[in-house]
């Protein structure tokens, strides 16, 4: 199972909007609904941003939204802040043997 | 509150062995898969290992099968990985972290290094 791709870096200027792709294929990606975004600063254990596709967990601001479409998904981050320049990652379940595969991770540069 | 914490990295040489624990409290344990997850250093993330609320389910990836072994103690609110023949590519930083409904990863540890190195 290959890594899903991602962009290496992607930046913005405060208050921009943005948007990371995360590009699968049909057996991961493509077959589920079930992608997840996490946000990592550095020294830092990742945090979940998105689940299911779209979804935000408690406390996550709504700055913060995610889409798919055929074996890409996407998250993007609005009202660009400080604090949101990070690495994330997108996550995909691929079947049962291989539940989680990562995408390759994206350097969040806010200018 | 959840937490998870990591414990028992280490400096090991190749070929050795070490054992990983992550000690869970805030939540009802045995309700909820579990997975290891690792990162190299200055790399991404890469999925390691997952274990079913009942060590029912067990995979790993295919860098770590036949020399990784995931098990968890429910009684004891644990989850460990045992990790032989240890290769120089194994050196990364390992979290536990929580599986949650969707196959997300809803929870994390700090994160315990491993640095494999003769």
């Known amino acids: 199972q290959s890594a899903l791709t991602q962009p290496a870096s992607v930046s913005g200027s405060p208050g921009q909007s943005i948007t990371i792709s995360c590009t699968g294929t049909?057996?991961?990606?493509?077959?589920?609904?079930?992608v997840s975004w996490y946000q990592q600063h550095p020294g830092k254990a990742p945090k979940l941003m998105i689940y299911?596709?779209?979804k935000r967990p408690s406390g996550v601001s709504n700055r913060f939204s995610g889409s798919k479409s055929g074996n890409t998904a996407s998250l993007t981050i609005s009202g660009l802040q400080a604090e949101d320049e990070a690495d994330y990652y997108c996550c995909s379940y691929a079947g049962s043997r291989t539940p989680y595969v990562f995408g390759t991770g994206t350097k969040v540069t806010v200018l | 509150e959840v937490q998870l914490v990591e414990s028992g990295g280490g400096l090991v040489q190749p070929g050795g062995s070490l054992r990983l624990s992550c000690a869970a409290s805030?939540?009802?344990?045995?309700?909820?898969?579990m997975n290891w997850v690792r990162q190299a250093p200055g790399k991404g993330l890469e999925w390691v290992s997952f274990i079913s609320s009942a060590s029912s389910s067990i995979y790993y990836a295919d860098s770590v099968k036949g020399r990784f072994s995931i098990s968890r103690d429910n009684a004891k609110n644990s989850l460990y990985l045992q990790m032989n023949s240890l290769r120089a590519e194994d050196t990364a930083v390992y979290y536990c972290?929580?599986?949650?409904?969707?196959?997300?990863?809803?929870?994390w540890g700090q994160g315990t290094l491993v640095t494999v190195s003769s």
């Open positions: 805030g939540f009802i344990f045995r309700g909820y898969s």
């Open positions: 972290a929580r599986g949650g409904w969707n196959y997300d990863l809803d929870y």
């Open positions: 299911e596709g779209s």
């Open positions: 049909s057996s991961d990606v493509g077959s589920y609904n079930l």
